[in-house]
Every structure is written in C-alpha cells, then in structure tokens.
C-alpha cells in the first residue's frame, strides 16, 4: 500500500521552462512534507520542505504548494536548469512522535533539455 | 565538514551468506536511519537509532536484518543468510537530533545478491 505516490516516472522540460512534480499521499496524518534531489550514484539531498500548517514555500528556484484538501503536493523549478536534471523523491512524514520517520514516493526523473 | 559515508559502495555476494553494510553519521548527529530502494522502488525505511533510546526496528522486512549503533557514532546492518529479493541500494542518513527534519544522506551500498 503506497501512501505516498509519484504517479509520473519521468519529466522532460526544455531549459528555462517551468518544471512541475507532482506527489499525491494518502495519510491525512502526515505534517511535513520534503523534497529530495538524487543524482545517480549519490544519495539524495535535501531540496525543501513543507509543514502542513502552509500551504507554499519557495526557496529561490524551488517553491513546493501544498494542497491538503486533495492531499497533494508539488513541487515548481523555475527556470530549469540542465543541472536541476535528477531524481527527484518526495517524502512525507508525521512528526508526532518526534521521529521524522519518511515514507518515500518511488521518485520522477526530470531531464531539462538544453 | 565530512558527510555521511557508508562502505563498501558495492557488494556482490551469494545466495545464504552474510554480509555487513557500515555507515558513519555527520559527527555529532544523534539520529541515525537506514533505508533500503530496491529498482524500480522508492526508499523504504528500516531502522531508526535516536541516542541511547531503543531503536525503531519496525522497518526491518525480516528477522534476518538486524542493526548496531555504538553510542551516536558507526552503525553496522547485517543481513543473514541472504536471499536475492535483498538485492538494493541501502542507505543510511543521519540528522541532527529528535525534531530534526532534514536527513542527510549517505551515497549508499548497492547489494547484489547473487
């Protein structure tokens, strides 16, 4: 039972262009929602984070929206880059317990075309 | 400062042997998880050490996975008696303390489980 979902394996965007990942979840419990970037053969990095008390957060580039009503998040790269070309992870948690114990989605490749 | 680093890289072993994966945390990160992404997968989580607390072990697929800490310094997880399904990149992550919302990644070691 996957409780966090990457519906879309891969992305193409051509450079300069918006890119849009999108994680859908299933567990009304989860509060903080991150995104990962994993380029091959590396572990992942963090990218940004959301809690469940916002509903967007931009850092530069990045901004992640989230929509709890539909349980749904997203992630916007503005412009793309040919170096934001990766896999990217959302995670979702509930804090609750103090643990930040992630459930991972299965990851979406976006390639941006020079 | 050094990050996570985790060893061997690659592991090639047989069906029914044992094999033991390290992972040495951010120095002075008190958390410390393993997560395991079989192909096609996202990452899965197995295992969760805060400080001296007893470990979260409600990830780990099966009795032959176990883990050690030693104090909030290596981690060391052992799978028994390989079996092929146990093929993935395993990776550990450590973080700053309970509360802490970034994980910060190691490169993995990819398992092949003849």
């Known amino acids: 039972d996957q409780q966090v979902k990457q519906n879309s394996p891969s992305l193409s965007v051509q450079e300069g262009r918006i890119s849009i990942l999108n994680c859908d979840y299933t567990n009304s419990m989860f509060d903080y929602f991150l995104w990962y970037k994993k380029y091959p053969a590396e572990g992942p990095t963090f990218l940004i984070s959301?809690?469940?008390?916002?509903d967007k957060n931009e850092d530069g580039r990045f901004t992640v929206f989230l929509n709890k009503s539909a349980k749904h998040l997203s992630l916007h790269i503005v412009p793309s880059q040919p170096g934001d070309s990766a896999v990217y992870f959302c995670a979702a948690s509930s804090g609750t317990s103090g643990t930040y114990k992630y459930i991972f989605g299965t990851g979406t490749r976006l390639k941006v075309l020079a | 400062g050094a990050g996570v680093s985790q060893s061997p890289s690659n592991k090639v072993t047989e069906k029914g042997k044992d094999v033991e994966l390290r992972c040495d945390p951010i120095?002075?990160?008190?958390?410390l998880y393993w997560y395991r992404q079989r192909l096609g997968q996202g990452l899965e989580f197995l295992i969760y050490f805060q400080g001296n607390s007893a470990p979260d072990k409600s990830g780990l697929p099966s009795d032959r996975f176990s883990a050690e800490r030693t104090g909030e310094s290596v981690s060391t997880l052992t799978i028994q008696r390989t079996q092929q399904e146990d093929s993935a990149v395993y990776l550990c992550?450590?973080?700053?303390?309970?509360?802490?919302?970034?994980?910060?990644f190691g490169p993995g070691t990819r398992l092949t489980v003849l």
């Open positions: 120095s002075g990160h008190t958390a």
């Open positions: 959301i809690s469940s008390i916002k």
């Open positions: 992550a450590s973080s700053p303390g309970q509360g802490a919302i970034e994980q910060f």
